[in-house]
């Protein structure tokens, strides 16, 4: 298979350095936990391999109690990032075909790409408040089809998709005999709305994905999950882990563990300051000329563009909030979008951070944007 490295990693603020960025508007999740604010003593770990699917304690408190699953449901994989890697790689061969609704994040467009399958792009459209087209879904599915690749809450733009609406694309695979990948790494951070069951509890025909990276603000763990209510499914996805890592770190899964079983004091203070953090971006928003948004509804990103009719010098713009500034944003091109686009991340940085990174991003802006000539 011919990897090639995708552009929102080459860029990331951990590839190009932390230390060169002062303010930091281009992370989706919330601020990194230091190990201290854990809690937890780590003394008695026994450093052994543990259950290959993962320790029971994890997949349970994974599960929240939910009677619409059995515990083989879930497996504990290396962030979703591995996750999403298993169900591309399990599920797809050269000849089949996958739809994937864009933007997403963008190993769910590359992997699949690596494998040299099919593919059709169903692209959300910012004139259409980005919502999802199950017309256009319906009509992007052929014979080969065998799974259809969304994420919700959406990255970037914090679309929470309509639980209508996504029953509906679960009613085209099951007519097609497919599989629809919810990526579900925002699930947590359901700041203003409930927060939803697991996409997976709808159907058989459905994985879901999960984390802990962005809503505990633990990517240093490595923690995340797949869920499928489809046994004979599980037990390929299981058999692929067990072959690319055999079980997880059991220090990862016992700090994964202690979140999880205290989630009911972990998260309100996240996402008090989520809270907090987007009246400051909505108060920001509604004074600024150049940018136009969909305004988010769950998550910690949102992705507003530069007004039609203003063009932009994006090297120069970049250089100037980069090397100037060192405020960074996510660009549109990390999402196959045009570089009008901006992921800013509102839950990442302290307030006053966001507001100071908002006004630089504001000045850049300003200065590299002219009226569109013609
Ligand atoms: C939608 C989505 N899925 C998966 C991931 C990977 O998350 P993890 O750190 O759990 O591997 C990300 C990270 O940005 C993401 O945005």
Redesign the pocket.
Known sequence: MDFRRMA?EIESPEEVGYQTIRYNLSE??VRDLPFRELNIDLSDVLLCYTEHRGSTLLRSLILENSKDFELDDVLVT?????A?FIVATTLLEKNDHIVVIRP??A??LETPRAIGCEMSIVDLDFDRQFDLDVEQIRQAIRPNTKLISL?NPH?PTGKLFPLDVIKSIIALAETQGCYVLV?E??RDLNFQTPLLPYVASLSDRVIS?G????SFGA?GI???WLICKNQSLMYRFFAAKEQMILGNAVVDETIAAHLLAQKATFLPPIHAHIRENFAALKTWMSSQSLLEWVEPQAGVVCFPRLKTGLELDFPAFQKTLYSEYQTMVGYGHWFEQADRFFRIGFGYPGKEDLVAGLEYLAISLDRHSTVQRG
Do not use: C, E, W
């Open positions: 929102i989706s999740s290396t962030g979703a990032a591995m999403l997403n994040y190993t769910n994420t990255n990526d790494t925002y994905v984390s802990l990276s962005k990517p490595r923690i995340g």
